[in-house]
């Protein structure tokens, strides 16, 4: 197993994304993209592009972590469907996506991936949202 350490978060995911917290296994993130409530678990393995470059221990951690986003952004957002994810075609570095979804919503039923165009929280919409979604993951 690697230390968590030895890692470098994606320049895109970095530029994309507004960090929340250090998680026993993965760097917790939010997609900034005020169009769907979004989080992105990011492990702290370098070198690990598919969910299998991760031992068996990781997978259960990560599994653990996505779990508790998931039902923390559900608690929060109300959602009707939790979309868990893997893709890595546009970046390779293996991330899992959290996405809360609902009716009505930008793309319902389709996927988030590829529409339109993102549009940005503004500072005090994330930092206001940082703090509850911080609030719900505990």
């Not at 221990?57 to 599994?63: A, F, I, M």
């Not at 039902?71 to 929060?76: F, I, N, P, Q, S």
Request: charged share 30%; hydrophobic share 40%; aromatic share 6%.
């Amino acid at each position: 197993m690697q230390d968590a350490t030895d890692h470098e978060l994606d320049a895109r995911l970095e530029a994309d994304t507004i960090a929340l917290l250090e998680l026993p296994l993965s760097r917790l993130l939010l997609m900034n993209d005020r169009r769907w409530p979004w989080l992105i678990l990011v492990p702290r393995r370098a070198g690990a592009v598919e969910l299998f470059d991760l031992s068996e221990e990781d997978r259960q951690q990560l599994d653990r972590e996505a779990c508790r986003a998931a039902e923390g952004l559900k608690r929060l957002t109300g959602a009707e469907k939790m979309n868990i994810a893997t893709l890595g075609n546009s970046v390779r570095q293996f991330h899992l996506h959290v996405v809360a979804r609902r009716t009505g919503d930008p793309n319902w039923p389709r996927p988030v991936w590829g529409y339109g165009e993102r549009e940005p929280y503004s500072p005090a919409e994330a930092e206001a949202l940082r703090a509850r979604l911080l609030e719900s993951l505990s």
